[in-house]
């Protein structure tokens, strides 16, 4: 959330909103654009619930308080790879190409293809001019793998990097090119990379892929859960 605030934070434009704990609290901090919300650090439960309802939030990110009033929807593996430390070594397979910096435009419509971002024209145009900002102010990194006729096959970014941490995310391959090793010779390749310069490398995944980043070298460090409001019993 750093990343973030620090890009967004002074720009009124861009949707979103940063909230800390007043004086004398638990330091914590929430993020806010639209419905969505990230949280760090504890709050209490019944003043975050209210807040967030305050504010029309339907979804949010968090490791710890769940607010009140709130239902689990979904859980995240949290996978690190320490500052310094280093993946085993995978080479893209014959026929691809490594591109260090795709163009914003094409990674958007990769993704939007995929499974990782919903193709609807208001997500589309959010992603991109968010990730062109944070890429931009150096606080984002994209790598993609092309095949023989120019296209991406598969993507993987860290999606903000602050605070000597780097948050992977947008990992996804073509169709056309999975069972290849695309994806885990892309993750290895920017997750090393980061760490060789000092940085802490993490990732979320759903629990069902938490073996392949475990394959890949990655450690698990804890949970981040997901939550919505509880529907009305009336």
Request: with cysteine.
């Amino acid at each position: 959330m750093g990343a973030t605030e620090a890009v967004f934070g002074t720009l009124p434009g861009s949707g979103w909103q940063f909230y800390t704990g007043g004086e004398g609290e638990t330091p914590f901090a929430l993020g806010v654009r639209g419905q969505t919300a990230l949280l760090a650090g504890p709050a209490d439960a019944e003043e975050l619930g209210g807040f967030l309802g305050f504010l029309g939030v339907s979804r949010l990110r968090c490791a710890g308080t769940v607010p009140e009033g709130w239902q689990l929807r979904r859980r995240y593996s949290r996978m690190v790879l320490p500052a310094g430390e280093q993946l085993p070594r995978r080479e893209l397979p014959a026929g691809f190409l490594l591109e260090k910096q795709p163009a914003v435009s094409r990674v958007t419509e990769f993704l939007c293809r995929g499974e990782s971002l919903s193709g609807d024209q208001q997500t589309r145009d959010c992603f991109y001019s968010e990730t062109c900002t944070l890429v931009n102010h150096g606080r984002a990194l994209l790598w993609a793998a092309q095949d023989q006729t120019g296209e991406i096959a598969a993507t993987a970014g860290a999606y903000a990097i602050w605070n000597r941490t780097a948050y992977l995310a947008g990992v996804e391959t073509g169709l056309h090119a999975r069972e290849k090793g695309l994806a885990g010779a892309l993750v290895a390749g920017l997750a090393n990379r980061l760490a060789e310069q000092g940085i802490l490398v993490e990732l979320l995944c759903l629990p069902a892929l938490e073996e392949f980043y475990r394959r890949l070298g990655f450690t698990k460090q804890g949970e981040v859960s997901g939550y919505s409001p509880q529907p009305d019993s009336d």
